[in-house]
């Protein structure tokens, strides 16, 4: 599993490229501004695409495939992140179902807020339901005014599975829910604008 998550783009090569022709065209936007407002639809479109875990997690049924962990002591376990990204199971004793510390998600949501800590980067702030962790992501440019270029880099160790794909890859969801909902905004923009030029 991928420790986080890292995506570079710029508007050549970019498969943002159409949207952010579009966005200059359509709403006058500079070049630098309009890559600026392409990567905040990806963050935008990558947060709406990852999960909030419950806050509990889900209890498993012990089969006794481990001897030290018999199951009439531990009838149960729940599967827990290492800060190595890997998966660990944590036996839960007889009688403590509801009360063994492992049970609770401490920070249920964090996966989802992280994106959001990027829209406010990108100049355009959304409600996080957890304050930012310092160093957990990045957003900076890497280009120029004349070739502008971003970064966004995400390195909760998680975030790869937390977020919700079909049959792609993550980040080539994103891209596309992100052209997606960059042209219906400039689709409502461009309407309102003809609607109120024939009132």
């Known amino acids: 599993m991928a420790e986080g998550i890292t995506v570079k783009f710029d508007p050549d090569p970019s498969v943002l490229s159409g949207l952010i022709e579009r966005i200059q065209r359509d709403t006058g936007k500079s070049l630098e501004d309009a890559v600026r407002i392409a990567a905040w639809y990806l963050a935008g479109s990558l947060s709406a695409s990852t999960k909030t875990a419950k806050k509990k997690r889900g209890l498993r049924k012990n089969k006794g495939k481990e001897k030290s962990r018999p199951t009439w002591v531990y009838p149960h376990y729940v599967n827990v992140y290492r800060k190595d990204s ?28 992280s ?85």
């Not at 998966?87 to 807020?113: F, M, N």
């Open 86 to 113: 890997s998966i660990a199971r944590h036996y839960i004793k007889v009688g403590e179902e509801t009360t063994d510390p492992a049970i609770v998600i401490p920070k249920a949501g964090l996966a989802k807020s």
């Open 115 to 199: 994106w959001k800590w990027m829209l406010g980067d990108l100049g355009k702030p959304r409600k996080a339901k957890h304050g930012r962790i310092a160093g957990a992501v990045s957003v900076r440019s890497i280009g120029t005014e004349k070739d502008p270029a971003w970064q966004m880099e995400n390195r909760l160790n998680y975030i790869e599975s937390a977020i919700r794909h079909s049959g792609r890859a993550p980040i080539e969801t994103a891209f596309q829910r992100a052209i997606n909902s960059g042209n219906r905004k400039i689709d409502g923009m461009m309407a309102k604008a003809i609607a109120k030029g024939k009132a």
